[in-house]
């Protein structure tokens, strides 16, 4: 009996021990936690779910001025927004971040064009004020451009500040009536500006400076920035449908773009 006793004890302590293990493992062990690579880096993120709530968490939450919501591109109810051409934009208050300067950067967006515009181009995100390459802004090319703004309407377009600037142009012609999700990537290493069209590569362009670091004028997103005080600088206002846009303070990779491309929300 006391044999049976004492191998009954040694058990109970062993059972202790590989409990205790097994409890130590897991709090040394925990569950690796599951990051979306979509969330890392974002500085600023509008998915317009019937408000213009900074999604990021970085508190750059906007002003909306004269926009509608307006089906997304899965005709989901105000989940997107509207912009008459004329009057509609929103309001960011500037912010360190958002000038771009001095780091990579990924813009994207999705837009849905009435029709492209009569001057140079729609103004998509502006925060540029004036030329002489003082801020920055990406958009997509009007009837009015010409030459070396584009020679025609219809492309991506970048251009650091305005004027005759530093500016690149994508290949590919964005439609109108059709939503077509837009890529705009820098690299601050090899000053190269990328463009990306439904997630597939579009154009590469060298020789783009970093935006000014300086330019502390707020983001406007649907028209231009720059307040021309002479009143010759046209408002370039964007008409149409704008929907989830991203800015990160990354390259993202291109299965990044890719899978941004597939999200059904």
Same mark, same amino acid.
């Given at each position: 009996?006391?044999?049976?006793?004492?191998?009954?004890?040694?058990?109970?302590?062993?059972?202790?021990?590989?409990?205790?293990?097994?409890?130590?493992?897991?709090?040394?062990?925990?569950?690796?936690?599951?990051?979306?690579?979509?969330?890392?880096?974002?500085?600023?993120?509008?998915?317009?779910?019937?408000?213009?709530?900074? $999604?990021?968490?970085?508190?750059?939450?906007?002003?909306?001025?004269?926009?509608? $919501?307006?089906? %997304?591109?899965?005709g989901k109810?105000?989940?997107?927004?509207?912009?008459?051409?004329?009057?509609?934009?929103?309001?960011?208050?500037?912010?360190?971040?958002?000038?771009?300067? %001095?780091?990579?950067?990924?813009?994207?967006?999705?837009?849905? *064009?009435?029709?492209?515009?009569?001057?140079?181009? $729609?103004?998509?995100?502006?925060?540029?004020?004036?030329?002489?390459?003082?801020?920055?802004?990406?958009?997509?090319?009007?009837?009015?451009?010409?030459?070396?703004?584009?020679?025609?309407?219809?492309?991506?377009?970048?251009?650091?500040?305005?004027?005759?600037?530093?500016?690149?142009?994508?290949?590919?012609?964005?439609?109108?009536?059709?939503?077509?999700?837009?890529?705009?990537?820098?690299?601050?290493?090899?000053?190269?500006?990328?463009?990306?069209?439904?997630?597939?590569? @579009?154009?590469?362009?060298?020789?783009?400076?970093?935006?000014?670091?300086?330019?502390?004028?707020? *983001?406007?997103?649907?028209?231009?920035?720059?307040? @021309?005080?002479?009143?010759?600088?046209?408002?370039?206002?964007?008409?149409?449908? *704008?929907?989830?846009?991203?800015?990160?303070?990354?390259?993202?990779?291109?299965?990044?773009? %890719?899978?941004?491309f597939k999200?059904?929300?």
């Amino acid at each position: 009996m006391n044999r049976y006793i004492t191998l009954l004890i040694v058990a109970l302590c062993v059972s202790v021990m590989i409990s205790s293990f097994t409890s130590c493992s897991k709090k040394n062990n925990p569950k690796p936690v599951v990051v979306d690579s979509l969330k890392v880096g974002l500085v600023a993120y509008y998915p317009f779910n019937n408000n213009v709530i900074d $999604s990021s968490g970085k508190g750059n939450d906007g002003t909306v001025y004269n926009i509608t $919501s307006a089906p %997304n591109r899965f005709g989901k109810a105000n989940t997107a927004y509207y912009f008459n051409g004329t009057s509609s934009y929103i309001r960011v208050k500037d912010n360190q971040a958002l000038r771009l300067s %001095n780091t990579d950067f990924t813009i994207n967006y999705w837009v849905n *064009l009435d029709d492209y515009i009569v001057y140079s181009g $729609s103004a998509v995100l502006a925060k540029a004020n004036g030329p002489y390459q003082n801020g920055w802004n990406t958009s997509i090319t009007g009837y009015g451009s010409v030459g070396g703004e584009g020679g025609g309407p219809g492309f991506a377009f970048y251009n650091v500040s305005g004027g005759g600037d530093p500016f690149a142009v994508g290949h590919g012609i964005i439609p109108i009536g059709q939503w077509t999700m837009i890529t705009v990537q820098y690299s601050n290493q090899f000053k190269a500006l990328a463009f990306y069209i439904n997630g597939v590569p @579009d154009a590469v362009i060298s020789n783009i400076p970093t935006p000014n670091p300086a330019t502390a004028v707020d *983001l406007f997103i649907g028209k231009n920035s720059y307040d @021309d005080p002479s009143g010759n600088t046209p408002g370039y206002f964007i008409k149409g449908k *704008l929907d989830d846009i991203r800015i990160y303070n990354r390259v993202i990779s291109p299965g990044q773009i %890719n899978n941004l491309f597939k999200l059904t929300y």
